[in-house]
Structure formats: C-alpha cells, structure tokens
C-alpha cells in the first residue's frame, strides 16, 4: 500500500464526475477556494482524470480508470453502493474510499411512504383516470375501496437509516410497525419508540403474514438477494401491498409479476428492477395494481449539498491525519 502524503489544501483538486448531479455548481456557493472541476461523460473523465487527487463520483466509475490516476488519493462515492469498486486494486494503491450513505435517508423513507399513501388511497390509478378523462363513482365492493392506514401493519425489511425514519412516518399515520435488523440490539433509541418489534433477519417468514404493507430498505447483499421470492409472497395476505425502496434484486421478479397477475397480493410500489431502464416490452407496465417510479427515489434537490457536506468532513479528517474517515469503506 502506497504512503503518499495527502495533498495539502493549496496543492489538492477535486473531479466531481455525473451525469446529471451540479456539483460543481452547488460546490462553488461554499466558497472554500479549493480546485475542482467537473466532467460530464466517461470519455472526458478518462481525460482530465489524471489532474485529480480527490474524485466524487457514481455511475462513471470503472476499475479501469485507475490506471490513469497516478494523482488520485481519495473517492467519494455519489451513493451507498459499492459493488462497482475493486477494493483490494484501491487498497494496493493508497486510495482511500468513502460512501454516501445517509445522504437521502429523507428522501427514500419519504418516497417510501408515499408509496404507501398512494396505494392506500389508489392515487396511481387516478392519474390514470384523470389521463383518460373518466370520472370514477362511488364503489359498493369494500375490497376495492380505498383504505385508511390507522391500525395497519407496516413490515421493514431493514432497519437501517432509511427503515428507522420511515418507522417514525409511519407512526404519525398511527401504524402499527414492525421491522427486521440483522442485530436487533443495535436499534437506535429513537427508533425504538416508532417501531413496536424488532426481529432478526429469520423471522421474516413469520412476520409476513401479520403485514399489510411490507417495505424492502435493506442492501443487496448475498444474503438479501431475491429475498422476497414466491414462497415470501405466499406468506403475504391477498389484501397486502409490496413496497420496494431498495435494489430491484431484493425482489423475485418473475415471484413478483406472478403475485400481482394472479392476485395472490393486492399491489405494489416498485422504484428499482432488475433491469434498467425498464424495457418497454416488460409486462409490469400494463399492470393497473403497479406503482411504478423510474429509480426517484432517493433524488432530491438536496442531494448536491448533502452530499458535499460528507465530502468536506472526510476532507478535513484527511488533512488532519485522521485514520478513520466518515462512512469509510478503504
């Protein structure tokens, strides 16, 4: 492992690389007189890489760019993720790595329970109504009336940072909430006032069929993947509705678009799949019992400046020598 100094402030510059997020920009109004720069593409990153000592970035990453960051010393991913990094070929150069996790614990849990609001109350399909100019009448067949959420059971799949605030929301709705957590002793205090259990990952099964809402905010991980499957669907009531804020591969598909064609569950809010952008050939579009949000929702218009403020602080704590950064990963 290479023990290059980290470049003091005056010497050190910064590639914000995305597509999309104004960095750059947002970085400007702190005023901190530090280097930056931003690139747009992959193919201008490969370019102006090589100037960088620190790079914020997300979907543009590729391993192969370590060959052309003889400077680099310090990434600062965009999101949460890490799978995209090759931690080992980072450890052998001395570069160190930190993630974004918590920037848009807000937006997530936000998204998921209007998720929950909107499949409670059927806003999805009156959009689609309201697309077709038809005015819906009242409706006789209580199982087809929209629902109110007091006295309803929540599931959180995942009680992390995301699955603590969305318990917090759901109380406000007076929910019942339970939650899963892989060690269920490390639930913060202040969850543990919106959240009425907290089981261990095994206990899902069990769990499932007390939920009328189950919400997915755990990581993809070995042990997450397809977690909700065909057999998790059976567990579900016919009544319960499937949240999924998390990776697309927590969810069987296939399991998924089987529960909503054959009613074994009333619906679901999707924001991720396996593939994506969704093909427009993919059979979840024409479902009216699927709500579906093209990967929204952890955007928000905070996201820039939430995000830089993990930036500076791993900033600071590399200029002071400091061995622990904040969300550390290398």
């Given at each position: ?34 280097r ?37 010393r ?40 209007a ?52 318990a ?55 042990q ?29 598909e ?15 809010g ?61």
């Amino acid at each position: 492992m290479t023990n290059r100094p980290f470049p003091a402030r005056e010497e050190l510059t910064i590639c914000f690389a995305h597509v999309a997020y104004r960095l750059e920009l947002i970085f400007a109004r702190r005023q901190t007189d530090l280097r930056n720069f931003q690139v747009w593409t992959a193919a201008d990153l490969t370019a102006r890489l090589p100037e960088a000592d620190v790079l914020v970035i997300s979907g543009l990453w590729q391993n192969e760019l370590l060959d052309c960051a003889p400077r680099l010393r310090f990434v600062q991913s965009i999101g949460a993720g890490i799978e995209q990094f090759d931690l080992d070929a980072l450890r052998q150069r001395g570069i160190r790595l930190a993630t974004a996790s918590g920037v848009n614990s807000n937006a997530v849990s936000e998204h998921a329970m209007a998720l929950v609001l909107a499949l409670a109350r059927h806003i999805h399909t009156c959009r689609d109504r309201q697309n077709r100019r038809e005015w819906r009448g009242m409706i006789g067949d209580l199982s087809l009336r929209e629902d109110e959420l007091g006295g309803k059971t929540l599931l959180i799949v995942g009680l992390g940072k995301i699955g603590g605030r969305l318990a917090r929301l759901a109380k406000a709705f007076d929910m019942r909430v339970l939650a899963t957590k892989r060690n269920p002793a490390t639930a913060a205090s202040a969850v543990d006032a919106a959240v009425d259990a907290v089981h261990p990952p095994e206990a899902l099964p069990a769990l499932l069929p007390e939920a009328d809402f189950v919400a997915i905010t755990c990581p993809l991980t070995p042990q997450t993947d397809k977690l909700i499957d065909a057999a998790a669907f059976a567990n579900m009531k016919e009544s319960a509705n499937l949240i999924n804020v998390a990776r697309g591969g927590c969810v069987d598909e296939p399991a998924l678009l089987a529960a909503l064609e054959t009613g074994a569950i009333a619906g679901a809010g999707i924001d991720h799949f396996w593939d994506e952008p969704l093909p427009q050939d993919s059979p979840f579009w024409a479902l009216e019992n699927l709500l579906i949000t093209p990967h929204s929702g952890g955007e928000t218009c905070m996201y820039e400046e939430n995000l830089l403020d993990i930036l500076l602080e791993n900033l600071d704590r590399l200029w002071r020598g400091e061995t622990e950064l904040f969300n550390q990963v290398v």
